[in-house]
């Protein structure tokens, strides 16, 4: 009798709170993609034009397509580029930006022989992806080593801005590591700006000693481009660390929060950041006291300072995080919580106070490394969300989040 007087009381008390909670529905969208797509990503322009790039496996090459969003209908896709020798992963993969009408993608295609031996390639698009550019490789060391999870963004006068792990410096005569990955130097995190026309206008090295496996995010603040990413200490200490562009000069990198998480690998869990002004938010996973978590913590002042940070999900979550700043200044938040060998996608709601006011799970799909990464972005003050679904083949899903 008292749990039935609780369950009665519980669902009076949601049946009042809902009539003040933000709405979240759900409406699938057709894919445009086959059988056999994977990681996706999706990117919005200053217009709320909605971009949604992903890969296919044919049966001799890998096919990189994009379209955008029409309505509530894809456009037909896009051909940017195709090959039998690209770097291929669930967690590194392509991207897609629009900057002023000129596209920009990247992809990953192996150098050499070696299984992480690999160069980020980057192509364009003055005509709306009918005709793509011959590509150019954004990094200038020429040496046969892992570069990749890339980060690119829009800047000012036709220039853009884009950051990767670079591991140059893991070159050396000592023998590769258990992991497939070479033991010499540390990975590094570099960043560089490059024009409309291809041509790379800088370059810097932001981190000389990173985690080797985690994605990098980057986003445009008031005084210019924050890069957040997996630092790595000598005593295998690896945070969520940033650094900022200010007056010309990187910062010196610091941590967001000092989860001080010990952990021999890469956990292949990167941050999510996103900015307008000086409000910055930025979301990731940590493991430090011995079980899950996913976090959020925020800044108004451009990321010089955050606050302490909230406790998104825990226990049972495997995060792949991702971050959206909408028009009205509330911040969403996607990660992954995990039941057995399935894994729910779920998106929160919080205002620029670190306070939740909704969340829902949006999809289920694997748990495993094939379903990747979920990715979302504005559309408006609703957010698109994409996702990959792999049962006896992948393909990519995406929804429009209506936040009402």
Same mark, same amino acid.
């Given at each position: ?156 006068? !036709?220039?853009?801005? $884009? ?5 140059? @410096?893991?070159?050396?005569? /000592?023998?590769?590591?258990? +992991? %497939? ?125 955050? !606050?302490?940070?909230? $406790? ?5 979550? @495997?995060?792949?995080?991702? /971050?959206?700043?909408?028009? +009205? %200044? ?75």
């Amino acid at each position: 009798m008292n749990r039935v007087f609780y369950f009665l009381c519980l669902l009076a008390f949601c049946a009042c709170q809902s009539n003040n909670e933000l709405k979240i529905e759900v409406l699938s969208l057709d894919s445009p993609a086959s059988t056999n797509s994977l990681t996706p990503r999706l990117f919005t322009n200053d217009e709320g034009k909605v971009y949604l790039s992903w890969l296919e496996r044919k049966s001799e090459s890998i096919q990189f397509k994009f379209t955008t969003l029409n309505g509530t209908k894809w456009d037909a896709p896009k051909l940017i580029s195709e090959g039998n020798n690209w770097f291929v992963n669930w967690a590194d993969f392509p991207s897609l930006i629009e900057n002023r009408g000129t596209l920009s993608a990247h992809w990953l295609k192996k150098r050499a022989e070696g299984t992480y031996d690999y160069d980020v390639h980057v192509t364009q698009s003055r005509d709306r992806g009918q005709v793509w550019s011959s590509s150019f490789i954004a990094h200038k060391d020429s040496i046969a080593a892992e570069h990749g999870f890339v980060s690119m963004l829009p800047l000012d006068e !036709n220039q853009n801005f $884009i950051t990767w792990l670079d591991g140059r @410096n893991t070159k050396s005569d /000592t023998q590769m590591s258990h +992991n %497939g990955h070479h033991s010499g130097g540390a990975m590094t995190i570099r960043a560089g700006i490059f024009d409309d026309e291809g041509e790379m206008i800088n370059e810097w090295e932001l981190d000389g000693r990173t985690c080797d496996c985690c994605q990098t995010t980057a986003a445009i603040t008031s005084n210019g481009p924050i890069v957040a990413y997996r630092d790595r200490s000598h005593e295998e200490i690896r945070d969520i660390y940033i650094t900022r562009h200010l007056n010309g000069k990187w910062t010196t990198p610091k941590a967001i929060y000092n989860d001080n998480w010990e952990i021999k690998g890469c956990p292949v869990n990167g941050p999510s950041i996103v900015a307008s002004q000086d409000l910055v938010a930025i979301a990731w996973f940590t493991a430090t006291p011995g079980f899950s978590q996913v976090k959020m913590a925020i800044s108004k002042d451009g990321g010089e300072n955050f !606050n302490t940070p909230v $406790i998104i999900s825990q226990g049972n979550t @495997n995060g792949r995080v991702g /971050t959206v700043l909408l028009e +009205n %200044g509330n911040i969403a938040v996607s990660w992954m919580e995990t039941i057995d060998k399935e894994a729910n996608i779920l998106v929160g709601i919080f205002d620029r106070e670190g306070n939740e006011i909704n969340r829902k799970i949006i999809a289920q799909t694997a748990a495993s490394r094939a379903s990747g990464f979920p990715v979302m972005t504005r559309n408006g003050n609703n957010l698109i969300m994409a996702w990959t679904e792999s049962e006896e083949s992948s393909i990519v899903k995406s929804a429009i989040i209506s936040l009402d």
